[in-house]
């Protein structure tokens, strides 16, 4: 069974850094196509980014691009969001996804709160 973890989230001030980390066991991240969304309260949830399978990288939310930073490291089965100059309309609850089959996002994780002051 597939099992997704996040962790790092926290209460951070405007410019700061986190590193989110999302643990998946089950099978190895290879597996699967990889993908970091948020929810800010009050709003849908939203796509930030990703990786395929093979690693090819995207980051498709604007306000992400030159901030945020998406890796995998295979050995450790974990994918990271690297946040950087962090800003109030960055929080929300950050979640990792995974898609074993090209058909969507069918795994997720609990979740981890990212908040930060001005």
């Known amino acids: 069974q597939v099992q997704l973890r996040e962790s790092g989230g926290g209460l951070v001030q405007t410019g700061d850094s986190l590193r989110l980390s999302c643990v998946v066991s089950?099978?190895?991240?290879?597996?699967?196509?990889m993908g970091w969304f948020r929810q800010a309260p009050g709003k849908e949830r939203r796509w930030i980014g990703g990786?395929?399978?093979?690693?090819?990288?995207?980051l498709p939310h604007h306000s992400a691009r030159g901030r945020f930073t998406i890796t995998r490291d295979s050995d450790k089965n974990t994918i990271y969001l690297q946040m950087d100059n962090l800003e109030p309309e960055d929080t929300a609850i950050y979640y990792c996804?995974?898609?074993?089959?090209?058909?969507?996002?069918?795994?997720w994780g609990q979740g981890t709160q990212v908040t930060v002051s001005s």
């Open positions: 996804a995974a898609d074993p089959d090209g058909e969507g996002f069918q795994y």
């Open positions: 089950g099978r190895p991240i290879s597996s699967y196509a």
């Open positions: 990786l395929s399978r093979s690693g090819s990288y995207t």
